[in-house]
């Protein structure tokens, strides 16, 4: 599976992004989310969306940021808002499709 993240950026303290993240393959059956590595850090859990629809989020952004999916476009979206500086990193997304399959990222800036 080949994904392909879009819509990172420079936004402002306050500001709001919509990642994009799609994907080469069908992606209805299977859960994707989201990680993000800032300099100097471990990547980290960032939100997740089931088949289901069900979905999971890092303590930090929940209330902020909202997962989502269109499977039929095969695209999964991460929507920010309230961005604040410690939100800048590279996002990438993937698909748990018999194994974690990662896109290439997308670098994210909020500046202060």
């Known amino acids: 599976v080949h994904l392909v993240e879009s819509g990172g950026g420079l936004v402002q303290t306050g500001g709001s992004l919509t990642l994009s993240c799609a994907a080469s393959?069908?992606?209805?059956?299977?859960?994707m989310g989201w990680y993000r590595q800032a300099p100097g850090k471990e990547r980290e859990f960032v939100a997740h969306?089931?088949?289901?629809?069900?979905?999971d989020y890092l303590p930090s952004v929940r209330g902020r940021f909202t997962i989502s999916r269109n499977n039929t476009e095969k695209l999964m979206f991460l929507q920010m808002n309230s961005l604040q500086p410690e939100d800048t990193a590279v996002y990438y997304c993937?698909?748990?499709?018999?194994?974690?399959?990662w896109g290439q990222g997308t670098q994210v800036t909020v500046s202060s």
């Open positions: 993937f698909i748990n499709k018999g194994e974690r399959y």
């Open positions: 969306i089931t088949n289901l629809r069900n979905t």
């Open positions: 393959e069908s992606i209805a059956l299977f859960t």
